[in-house]
């Protein structure tokens, strides 16, 4: 993602998409627009690692570093 985003909810209004960019941000707050942020996110998340997985590969990552065997290029 380019940009991120926060879905915000409320008990008694519809929900509405906070995305936030290094110098901009803005709402939106289109039903139709809603609906296809909140689908593009949830794919985001089902494929995304678990925050244990993602804290070992960064540690792996960070001694890989500090040993000076990090790859030449990403893979």
Do not use: W
């Amino acid at each position: 993602m380019a940009a991120s985003i926060m879905v915000m909810t409320f008990p008694d209004a519809p929900p509405l998409i906070y995305t936030e960019a290094s110098y901009s941000g803005d709402t939106i707050d289109d039903p139709a627009l809603v609906r296809q942020y909140r689908k593009a996110y949830d794919r985001l998340r089902a494929v995304a690692l678990s925050p244990e997985t993602s804290l070992a590969m960064i540690r792996a990552a960070t001694e890989d570093y500090r040993n000076d065997k990090q790859p030449d290029r990403l893979e």
